[in-house]
């Protein structure tokens, strides 16, 4: 039973990844930190006061240089790749008790699959919402998603059993979204 709340832990931090890179990460390393969750053996450096403070500095970076029209779309260039790694790590550093090639199986599915998909899915949303709004609607898009990235790591960490039923609500949300922001840009005159 451990090794499944470690896997919905990591696929909770995942999509964490999905909205923003360092968000699951930092909060995996003050978890650690605060001996709040168990680390695999070879990922307890992530634990370490050095890696919190190294962390939330880039989570505050990445946070922040979203709320910047078009610095955004640049981002999410780069972050795509950079959340499905992520996202595979997370699950990596946080399933225990089982074969490394089950672990990394799991985690590249699971862990890679889930945050390459929220990536995708935001992306998407913000391409869309900016041609739609000209770039007008993107600061608030960019809080949202920062809400979402905290939210998923906190509860995944502290819920990791509600976290994964989160992940669905999510990715419906984020579909809706983009469905708006698309009708929306078909709408308008040419």
């Known amino acids: 039973m451990e090794w ?3 896997l919905f832990l990591g696929i ?3 999509a964490s990844a999905g909205f923003r890179v ?5 909060a995996m390393s ?7 969750i168990p680390l695999n053996e070879s990922w307890k450096w992530v634990g370490s006061f050095t890696a919190v403070v190294v962390l939330g500095i880039a989570t505050l970076i990445e946070a922040l240089a979203y709320f910047f029209p078009y610095v955004d779309n640049l981002l999410d260039t780069i972050a795509l790749p950079l959340a499905t790694v992520a996202g595979t790590l997370v ?10 090639v089950v672990t990394w199986a799991l985690a590249i599915i699971a862990g890679g699959g ?3 998909a929220i990536k995708g899915m935001t992306t998407s949303t913000r391409a869309v919402s900016t041609v739609s709004t000209a770039g ?4 608030i898009m960019a809080g949202v998603e920062t809400i979402f990235a905290g939210f998923m790591a906190i ?21 809706k979204l983009f469905r708006f922001f698309r009708k929306k840009q078909r709408s308008e005159p040419v």
Do not use: C, K, Q
């Open 136 to 139: 007008v609607a993107n600061p």
């Open 155 to 175: 509860v995944s960490i502290l819920l990791p059993i509600l976290a994964i039923v989160f992940v669905f609500v999510i990715l419906f949300f984020f579909r």
């Open 91 to 100: 699950v990596v550093a946080t399933v225990n008790d089982m074969s490394p």
């Open 12 to 14: 909770g931090l995942a």
């Open 114 to 116: 889930t945050a390459g």
């Open 30 to 36: 003050l978890a650690a930190y605060f001996e709040i």
């Open 22 to 26: 360092f968000v699951p990460l930092f």
């Open 4 to 6: 499944i709340l470690g």
